[in-house]
């Protein structure tokens, strides 16, 4: 008995041919609204174009597709990524792939109908991912480069400059603002390696794993990867299917880096309200008030900070997603590109508005050098002076302890002490104490590698310039 053949009417408009055999009616609209990710991931349109352009050829390789269909698929095929679909005409349409296939139909007939052989949008989305994570991470790791150089070179020029170092956020010792802003070129630094480490191992085509299992059809899984700029086709097509590691990994590398940034934005949060007053935002770069006509806010700090929490949202989020998923492709994993567009979205624009802004903050060295004087910043020192002319450290640490305890109560700083006064807490103080209590001597003094003395910090961007970072 043969079933009376029903019109499907998704078959022309919706979801045209992409099941129109198996079901008597299309999909309720509402239904439809709710699966779609069109508007997602109609940014996968390049790589899409991409890799179905591999993917004709190696069907032509296969002899599924004559060498005269494969041309006029590859035509069609350049000419839908070259012209972007209108926004309106989005709606139509379930997602990239289905709108790829059906423009390509509606231009070359039926040779279009030919292209999904042995291919599911299940390999087609990773595919497309990959190709998409490679190229945004090229531009991400280039503008991570652009900021270390921007941290290194104001580094350089800074590291002379001394300025309170914190611990707990209270006065701990006086570091250099050299030092400081080096700190966060390793970081950068860092996380551009941590970006190319993470995306090594994933350095795999998964076109040519179907559905799930891979097809009957003998395409070259070595030709799609060698063609599509991969080092290799992944392994084990179930693992392929159903693994989103790839976005993961490069979703937690950028995540890292937006909460670099977000610390950095809080130091300047910190550093620009007047009571601190080392730093000065750039007008461009500082918002005011409609009430207050004194205001000169940080806000572009303040939304970098805020913004790293959508990251870190970002980050659990994919965690969640996966962590309930039996093998092999379920349709949840759809979600994953809101979580990975989103990051590299915020990212990109966090460094481009870094980029910008930190060449332009106006450090005030003399505010930095000022405050060098409160917070008893130079007890350590005078305890490590105790120490090497061989008082134990702990019973130095109480000399200078009391020191600070009798200034404290009198409202005197370390550096009002005289020899004399010095003298009378140890013997051990020679007249050379009171040199150790002046912002510059505390860093130059210091002796170990990595420490914050000038020379360490010039040794160290020196030795990351000739390692050509950049
Ligand atoms: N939009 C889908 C996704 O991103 C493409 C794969 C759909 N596959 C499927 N079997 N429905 O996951």
């Excluded at 087609?124 to 480069?145: F, G, M, N, P, W």
């Excluded at 004194?294 to 949202?313: C, H, M, V, Y």
């Excluded at 979600?335 to 005030?364: G, R, S």
């Excluded at 008893?376 to 109480?398: I, N, S, V, W």
Aim: hydrophobic fraction near 40%; glycine fraction near 6%.
């Amino acid at each position: 008995m043969s079933r009376p053949k029903v019109r499907n009417p998704q078959s022309t408009i919706r979801n045209p041919k992409m099941w129109g055999g198996r079901m008597a009616k299309p999909l309720d609209p509402t239904a439809l609204a709710f699966s779609t990710s069109i508007h997602q991931d109609i940014r996968l349109l390049p790589y899409d174009v991409r890799a179905s352009s591999a993917w004709a050829e190696a069907l032509q390789r296969a002899h599924v597709l004559t060498q005269s269909e494969t041309a006029r698929i590859l035509r069609a095929l350049k000419k839908i990524g070259r012209y972007p679909p209108p926004p309106e005409e989005l709606s139509a349409h379930e997602d990239v792939h289905s709108y790829v296939e059906s423009r390509l139909r509606r231009m070359i007939g039926d040779a279009a109908d030919k292209l999904h052989t042995g291919r599911s949008r299940n390999d087609q989305v990773l595919t497309d991912v990959a190709l998409y994570v490679r190229e945004s991470s090229t531009r991400i790791v280039d503008k991570l480069r652009g900021l270390a150089r921007i941290f290194l070179d104001r580094a350089s020029r800074e590291k002379k400059n001394p300025m309170p170092g914190f611990t707990h956020m209270q006065p701990a010792q006086v570091v250099t603002l050299g030092a400081h802003l080096l700190a966060y070129a390793e970081m950068i630094l860092r996380d551009l390696g941590r970006v190319r480490i993470l995306l090594q191992p994933h350095d795999a085509c998964p076109l040519g794993c179907g559905a799930i299992g891979g097809t009957t059809i003998p395409v070259d899984r070595f030709f799609l990867a060698q063609r599509l700029g991969f080092s290799r086709p992944t392994a084990a097509a179930m693992d392929t299917i159903s693994s989103r590691d790839l976005v993961t990994d490069y979703v937690y590398a950028l995540t890292i880096t937006l909460t670099h940034l977000s610390r950095f934005s809080e130091e300047i949060i910190l550093w620009s309200n007047p009571f601190f007053g080392f730093v000065r935002l750039p007008d461009d770069f500082s918002t005011g008030s409609s009430l207050m006509p004194q205001k000169r806010n940080p806000d572009l700090s303040e939304l970098t900070r805020g913004r790293a929490a959508r990251a870190i949202a970002a980050l659990t989020g994919l965690l969640a997603l996966q962590k309930g998923l039996p093998l092999t492709y379920n349709r949840d994993l759809q979600e994953d590109k809101i979580y990975l567009f989103d990051t590299v979205d915020l990212l990109d624009a966090a460094l481009d508005v870094h980029l910008k802004m930190v060449p332009k903050l106006e450090f005030v060295r003399s505010r930095m050098r000022e405050a060098c004087a409160e917070g008893f910043m130079e007890a350590t020192d005078l305890a490590e002076y105790l120490a090497l002319r061989g008082l134990p450290f702990r019973q130095a640490h109480e000399v200078v302890g009391r020191i600070v305890a009798d200034l404290d109560r009198r409202g005197r700083r370390l550096r009002d002490l005289t020899p004399k006064d010095l003298q009378s807490y140890n013997k051990l103080f020679g007249p050379d104490a009171v040199e150790l209590l002046t912002a510059e001597t505390s860093p130059k003094r210091k002796r170990t590698y990595g420490s914050v003395a000038p020379a360490e910090v010039g040794r160290r961007i020196m030795r990351l310039r000739m390692m050509r970072i950049y």
